[in-house]
């Protein structure tokens, strides 16, 4: 018999949430899509840290007239045509089918996009409707950034702050040296090596980069990475001169991280290099800037350069590695909620 009034909403039995958070991406590849995922993606002042007025005045007129047509053209060419959205739309969704089935009912597995949709506060609001009043939102960002992490804490803030009833949260921390995360990487990037028909010359570990100046500012991401790519390094037991960190998809005309990838490719070519391999570490899943931006473009600069073939080794997206890490990070940071 229930104590409730006969007038009472229906309460949900209680249960734990875990909500995994990628960047984002349009829903289409029409002009007014491109136009609202970048609008709502670059008038980010985490991502762009500009003034405000002085900014919006640049983006509304050219950036937002021009840039949604070539940055359609590039998602074009990586489009999931069988489901009409991209793919890392398409890998996230199956990332929390799967860490669901690992889980089984102990806990609902959803996922949400900074950028774009489905929205982080769409989600929270419906599996805090579902009865998950305790989510821990991991943040697929294996390194910390201002303009990444920083900006999911944020808009769950935001999210917070319009509830009256809130959610307990937790956020994943950066799993950028964490031994276990490095282990399985390297594994993988070993599996995907043995697997071509000859070993690349040399193995480009690619970030995606950020101005320079967000580092002068006290932002970690830019150590991260060179602790990362160190650590992937030694794992796999190449040697420093055959193994290379760059930082590419630079936007605008300030200096940032460098060295550029797309320069870095064009050098080994001159040098004569003949095979290389690129790995993604600050991507778990595969989008335009690993299928589009490496695996297209730099592997045509490459060439262009007198190479021969340029290799984009696969994100861990949703296979048995990438989601070994995902439960592994899940598990870890659900102890006192889950036992």
Same mark, same amino acid.
């Given at each position: ?19 995994? @958070? ?14 609202? /995922? ?12 500009? #003034?405000? @007025?002085?900014?919006?005045? +640049?983006?509304? =007129? ?6 949604? %047509? ?7 060419? @990586? ?10 739309? &398409? ?24 950028? =774009? ?24 960002? #294996?390194?910390?950034?201002?303009? &990444? ?5 944020? %808009? ?12 307990? +949260?937790?956020?994943?921390? #950066? ?8 282990? @399985? ?51 796999? =037991? ?51 800037? &690993?299928?589009?931006?490496?695996? +297209? ?30 439960? /592994? ?11």
């Amino acid at each position: 018999m229930s104590l409730l009034p006969t007038d009472h909403p229906k309460v949900p039995s209680p249960k734990l949430g875990v909500l995994l @958070i990628n960047l984002g991406t349009p829903d289409a590849l029409d002009y007014w899509s491109m136009r609202r /995922y970048l609008g709502e993606f670059l008038s980010d002042k985490r991502v762009v840290e500009l #003034p405000k @007025i002085l900014w919006q005045l +640049i983006l509304q =007129g050219p950036i937002l007239t021009f840039r949604p %047509k070539k940055s359609a053209a590039a998602y074009r060419q @990586i489009w999931n045509n069988e489901r009409d959205e991209s793919p890392l739309r &398409t890998i996230t969704r199956e990332q929390s089918e799967k860490l669901q089935e690992r889980f089984g009912d102990a806990v609902r597995v959803e996922f949400a996009m900074r950028y =774009g949709n489905p929205s982080i506060p769409s989600l929270i609001s419906q599996m805090f409707d579902q009865g998950c009043w305790k989510i821990l939102c991991i943040p697929m960002y #294996p390194q910390y950034a201002s303009s &990444t992490t920083g900006s999911v804490v944020d %808009k769950i803030g935001d999210t917070l702050k319009a509830m009256r009833w809130q959610p307990t +949260i937790r956020v994943s921390p #950066p799993f950028y040296d964490d031994p276990e995360y490095i282990r @399985i990487l390297a594994r993988s990037v070993q599996t995907q090596i043995d697997a071509l028909d000859e070993k690349p010359d040399v193995l480009v570990a690619s970030f995606h980069g950020v101005p320079k100046e967000y580092l002068l500012k006290g932002d970690p991401y830019h150590c991260q990475c060179q602790k990362t790519g160190r650590l992937l390094r030694e794992a796999l =037991g190449w040697p420093e001169e055959k193994f290379k960190v760059a930082f590419q998809s630079r936007f605008g005309p300030k200096e940032w991280l460098k060295p550029y990838a797309d320069e870095l490719i064009e050098d080994l070519g001159h040098q004569g290099v003949k095979r290389v391999a690129v790995v993604s570490p600050a991507f778990f899943s595969d989008c335009v800037e &690993t299928l589009e931006e490496i695996a +297209i473009g730099l592997d045509e600069t490459f060439q262009e350069s007198g190479g021969e073939k340029l290799v984009a080794l696969d994100c861990l997206n949703a296979s048995e590695d990438g989601m070994a890490v995902l439960e /592994y990070l899940a598990r870890r940071e659900l102890k006192g909620w889950l036992d």
